[in-house]
C-alpha cells in the first residue's frame, strides 16, 4: 500500500518510480480522488461543528422568546442532519475508489534495482560451486524418478494434473529435506520455528499483497477462507494490526508448510515433472525489522538459503531481479537458482524479498520507537524460501543420479534417512 501523502508531495518522482516498473503514471488518477475524498471530509466537519453550534442556539433563543429564530435554527439542523448521510456515502464511495486504486499498484523499486523488462535483463551477482561432470548422459527428473517413487499417474488420477504421491524413500527422502532446512534455519540462523494455520482470512491475503490482485493465483474455500499460497501469509499477518515494541525486533519466524497455487498465472509452464505443483511444501523465511535494518535483514536472509545450498552441494547462482522481474510487493529480490543437470540448466529454488513498509501499511503494523512513547513507524517485512522443498528434492535427485537410475543421498540428509544411502529401483 502506498502513502497517499508521499503521493501527492512527489507526483512526479511516484510516476517516475512506477515508469521503472513498466507502468504508466497514476497520480492523474489518484490525486483527484484524494483531492475529493478530502474535500468531503471537510464539509463533513463543518457540517457536524455547524449542527452542533446550531443546535446550542436553539435553545438560547427560545429561552430569549424568539420563535423565528428558533425555527429557523431548527430547520437548519434538520436540513444538516438530511444532508450529512449523503456527504457520508459520497466520502465512503470516493474512499473506496481510492483505496481500489492504490490497491493494485505494485512496490515501488529501490534505488540499486536494476532497470529490465523482464528476466533476461536479471543481473547475476554470483555463483557457487561446480557443476558435476557426468560419465553418462544425466536425465531429467520426471524421466528418473518414477521408477524410484515419485508417482505422477497416481497423483493425477486422484487429483489431477500437477499433484503427485511419493512412495516409500523417495517421500522420505522429501520429509529429510523439509526438517534439514528448518532444522538449519531454526538452530544456526535464529528463525523461531512456527507452525502456522494454511487458511487464511481475506484479511491476512490482503496485508500481505496476494489480494486483490491475485485472487485467480489461490485456492478458495466454500467458508471463504484462503488456501496460503506461501507461509508468508501467516507468518506476516500474525503482527497484523499490532503496535510492537521496538525492543522485540528484529522478529525472525520459519515454518515448514504445505503451500497451495493455482497457478492461473503459468498456464503451460513447467507442466511435466515435480517443479511446478498445486501442492507443494516450503521452508518459508519471514523477518520484521525496524526500517534502517532492513537492507542488511535482507542480505542475511539470502545467505540463510544459500547454506541449505552450500550443505547440500547444489551449484547454484544468485541473481538480482530487475524492476519488470519483481514481484508484486518487493522493492528488492535476489533469486537464487539451482543447477539442474537433467535440463542443463540453473533454475529458481529461493526467492528472497524486502517489501520495505508496503505489507506493514496494508497490515497497519507499526513499532513503538524505545524511549518516544508517542512515536511510532510502520515495520519492514521480508520474507523467502529456505527452500522450497520439491524444487530442491529434484534438484538432489538429478544432481546426485547415478548410471544405473540410483540416487545417492547426500551426506548432509544421512542423520534424517533412517540408514537408508541410496534410492534404488
Request: hydrophobic share 40%.
Amino acid at each position: 500500500m502506498h502513502d497517499i501523502r508521499l503521493i501527492r508531495e512527489n507526483r512526479s518522482a511516484f510516476d517516475a518510480q512506477l515508469a521503472r516498473r513498466g507502468l504508466t503514471p497514476q497520480a492523474e488518477t489518484l490525486l483527484p480522488l484524494d483531492e475529493r475524498r478530502r474535500a468531503l471530509a471537510t464539509e463533513m466537519q463543518a457540517a457536524q461543528a455547524r449542527r452542533n453550534d446550531a443546535s446550542k442556539l436553539i435553545g438560547a433563543a427560545m429561552a430569549k422568546g424568539d420563535t423565528a429564530a428558533a425555527d429557523a435554527l431548527k430547520a437548519e439542523v434538520a436540513a444538516l442532519k438530511d444532508r450529512l448521510p449523503a456527504l457520508e456515502a459520497e466520502e465512503k464511495d470516493v474512499a473506496a475508489q481510492l483505496k481500489a486504486a492504490l490497491d493494485i499498484i505494485p512496490n515501488l523499486a529501490a534505488d540499486d534495482v536494476p532497470f529490465g523488462t523482464g528476466e533476461e535483463d536479471n543481473v547475476e551477482v554470483s555463483r557457487w560451486g561446480t557443476p558435476r561432470d557426468f560419465d553418462f548422459t544425466p536425465r531429467e527428473h520426471a524421466d528418473l524418478a518414477p521408477a524410484l517413487g515419485m508417482d505422477f499417474e497416481t497423483g493425477a488420477r486422484l487429483s489431477g494434473a500437477r499433484f503427485t504421491f511419493l512412495r516409500g524413500p523417495m517421500a522420505r527422502l522429501h520429509r529429510a529435506l523439509g526438517q534439514f532446512m528448518l532444522d538449519i534455519q531454526t538452530g544456526e540462523h535464529g528463525y523461531t520455528e512456527c507452525n502456522p494455520p494454511v487458511l487464511v482470512k481475506d484479511e491476512a491475503m490482503y496485508g500481505t499483497d496476494k489480494l486483490p490482485k491475485f485472487a485467480e493465483d489461490s485456492f478458495r474455500t466454500t467458508d471463504d477462507r484462503w488456501l496460503i499460497p506461501t507461509s508468508e501469509v501467516s507468518l506476516t499477518a500474525s503482527v497484523m494490526g499490532e503496535l510492537l515494541d521496538e525492543a522485540t525486533l528484529p522478529m525472525r519466524l520459519a515454518a515448514l508448510t504445505l503451500c497451495f497455487r493455482s497457478e492461473a498465472g503459468a498456464a503451460g509452464r513447467d507442466t511435466r515433472g515435480f517443479i511446478r505443483q498445486h501442492q507443494f511444501e516450503k521452508c518459508e523465511l519471514v523477518s520484521i525489522v525496524r526500517p534502517e535494518d532492513s537492507e542488511a535483514e535482507h542480505q542475511r536472509m539470502v545467505r540463510a538459503a544459500e547454506t541449505i545450498l552450500e550443505r547440500l552441494n547444489l551449484p547454484y547462482r544468485k541473481l538480482l531481479l530487475c524492476t519488470g522481474d519483481m514481484g508484486f510487493g518487493a522493492r528488492k529480490t535476489y533469486d537464487l537458482e539451482v543447477w539442474l543437470p537433467g535440463q542443463a540448466a540453473y533454475r529458481e529454488i529461493s526467492s528472497c524479498s524486502n517489501t520495505g513498509d508496503f505489507q506493514a501499511r496494508r497490515m497497519n503494523t507499526r513499532y513503538r520507537v524505545t524511549g518516544e512513547q508517542k512515536r511510532t513507524e510502520f515495520v519492514h517485512t521480508l520474507n523467502g524460501s529456505g527452500l522450497a522443498v520439491g524444487r530442491t528434492l529434484v534438484a538432489v535427485i538429478e544432481n546426485y543420479q547415478n548410471a544405473d537410475g540410483s540416487v545417492t543421498v547426500p551426506d548432509a540428509l544421512l542423520p534424517y534417512m533412517g540408514g537408508v544411502t541410496r534410492l534404488e529401483v
